[in-house]
């Protein structure tokens, strides 16, 4: 059976990326586990990050920690290029991502949000607005976006959405671990100062 891109599945184990969009707050979380296998290496890593100047976008990431800070400079370097337009710089940098011949064997995927837009990029091309402003990323993904999912409508706070998603995910996946990095952005502090 052959993997639908040449990104390897192995690689994907080992942490959980959720973002919640609610109320004018959007919020990415990310826990602390790194795995190598079935062995954890480290506990409080920090896959959560702003970026840009005026860190007015989040982002976190699953897969190799080089390939992912690359993909991080990359992304900063577009939106230097379009610093209003978090889905053109996304998509910009997405092609680059599936046409650049080094930049086609970076093992890694992103969730990059600001104030109004979560989305998901894949060394595939992909740059994905996910419905109910919910995404994951992660061996423990669907287990976060699950719970995030059954909690959306009974909790108004995108962060008390996201660290419960995030505790039952670490409940549930082995590569997942409940030591967050959590970043927020709101309508009034992503405002260019």
Known sequence: MSEPSSINAANWCGTTILAVHKNGKTVIAGDGQVSI???????????V???GATGTVITGFAGATADAM??????????????TQLARACVELAKDWRTDRFMRRLEAMLIVAD??????????????????????????????????????DYEEDPEV????????????CVYTNSNLT???????ESAPT
């Open 37 to 47: 296998g079935s062995t954890v290496v480290k506990g409080n890593a920090q896959k």
């Open 49 to 51: 990050r702003k970026l």
């Open 182 to 188: 959590v970043e927020i952005l709101t309508q009034d």
């Open 70 to 83: 690359a993909l991080f400079e990359r992304l900063e370097t577009k939106l230097e290029q379009y610093p």
């Open 161 to 172: 959405i996201a660290r419960k998603a995030m505790a039952i995910a670490a409940e549930i």
């Open 115 to 152: 104030k109004d837009t979560v989305l998901i990029l894949t060394g595939a091309g992909d740059v994905l607005e996910p419905e109910h402003g919910i995404a994951a990323i992660g061996s423990g993904g669907n287990f976060a976006q699950s719970a995030a999912r059954a909690l959306f």
